[in-house]
Every structure is written in C-alpha cells, then in structure tokens.
T-cell receptor
C-alpha cells in the first residue's frame, strides 16, 4: 500500500527566504506526482504535476523535482511571500490506477513579514 | 476554465438527519468524480470514485449505505450522508476529471458539523 509522507509538518520562515518542502513515497511505481496548495477551510489548487518520466517542473517561483527511484519529491519556493502561507500537499497517482490519488500529510507553511 | 462548484460550503445538522452535498463541474464534462474526507490537520482520504451513469466504487472501510453517491449526469455528483452522527463531522471535498483523466479539479469543500 502506497504511503506518502511530508516533512516538515509545519514550517515558519521570514519573507524573502527560499525554502524546500519534502515529500516521500514508499512505492516508486507511480504514474505522476502532484503538488497542491490548500488554504484554510478551502479546497485544493493544483500547483505542479510531474509525470513519472520527468525530473522537474517549474511554474514561476515554484520548482518541483522528482526522484522516482528513491521515492522523493521536493517543492522549492523561491523568494517566499506572506501570500504563500498555506498547507502544501503532495499526491501520487499509481499507474493504471484510475487516477486514485494518495495524498501526503501536508506541510503547513507560514511566511512572516 | 475547469471550475468545480461544491455546495453547501458549510452545513450544521442534528444527529440522525441526512445531508446532501452537491458537486458540479461548471464548464466541462466530468466523466469521473471523486469524494474525499479530511479530518482536522490530516490529509485527504479518498472515499469513493464515481463514473457517470454507473455505481460508485468505494474505498475499503467506507460504508456505501452510509455515504450514498449518485453521479447521474456528466456535470453533477451528489454525496448523501445518511443518518449523520457526530463522528461524521468532517470536511468533505469533491474533485472531477474529464478529457485529461490525470488532472483533477477540486471543489472548495463542505464542512459538515453534526450536533
């Protein structure tokens, strides 16, 4: 059974700092991996999707990497802003799994002024 | 584009009553919809997957008679929590996928509080 873990569970950084969020998964047989953002009491916003054949994806100040063989992904946020404060979730999709996502436990990020 | 609307956003009900939550894809045809449950400070747990016109597939441990899912059209799925109890209080989120099955679009969630 796939298990997805995110470290740290919570992170507080000053504005402007670059930071890295970590995601690890136990079964390397994945179809893709996604990073989502969730604001308090809200749904999810997709940030980046990395296919299993890809190493990284970039969108603006966000860069996500994938090392499938070691079961790890990182989300790099450059020049953090208070508006980046949210919970970040990673999720993996199994091959041929009908897009049934397994979510990580999340990292709650707070960017302080 | 690709907007999923979930209604209501918050509902309070008495124990023993049933509650219906709607999930609509506003600008695309959702061939598959997913229902998740999220407890405070925990991750999302998939409850069931539904394809338009067919019965939902429930994850292990999810009572199908307790959580009734209907996906009668390509734009609407409903989750009915029957005979709700306080332990059913949670945050319920739906998602939908269409032409690109690997992409799920999420609703804003429904907070259910059972008194």
């Amino acid at each position: 059974k796939q298990e997805v873990t995110q470290i740290p569970a919570a992170l507080s950084v000053p504005e402007g700092e670059n930071l890295v969020l970590n995601c690890s998964f136990t079964d390397s047989a994945i179809y893709n991996l996604q990073w989502f953002r969730q604001d308090p009491g809200k749904g999810l916003t997709s940030l980046l999707l990395i296919q299993s054949s890809q190493r990284e994806q970039t969108s603006g100040r966000l860069n996500a990497s994938l090392d499938k063989s070691s079961g790890r992904s990182t989300l790099y946020i450059a020049a953090s802003q208070p508006g980046d404060s949210a919970t970040y979730l990673c999720a993996v999709c199994p091959p041929g799994g009908g897009n049934k996502l397994t979510f990580g436990t999340g990292t709650q990020l707070k960017v302080e002024l | 584009g690709a907007v999923v609307s979930q209604h209501p956003s918050w509902v309070i009900c008495k124990s023993g009553t049933s509650v219906k939550i709607e999930c609509r894809s506003l600008d695309f045809q959702a061939t598959t919809m997913f229902w998740y449950r999220q407890f405070p400070k925990q991750s999302l747990m998939l409850m069931a997957t539904s394809n338009e016109g067919s019965k939902a597939t429930y994850e292990q441990g999810v009572e199908k008679d307790k959580f009734l899912i209907n996906h009668a059209s390509l734009t609407l799925s409903t989750l009915t929590v029957t005979s709700a109890h306080p332990e059913d209080s949670s945050f319920y989120i739906c998602s939908a996928s269409g032409d690109y099955p690997e992409i799920q679009y999420f609703g804003a969630g429904t907070r259910l509080s059972v008194l």
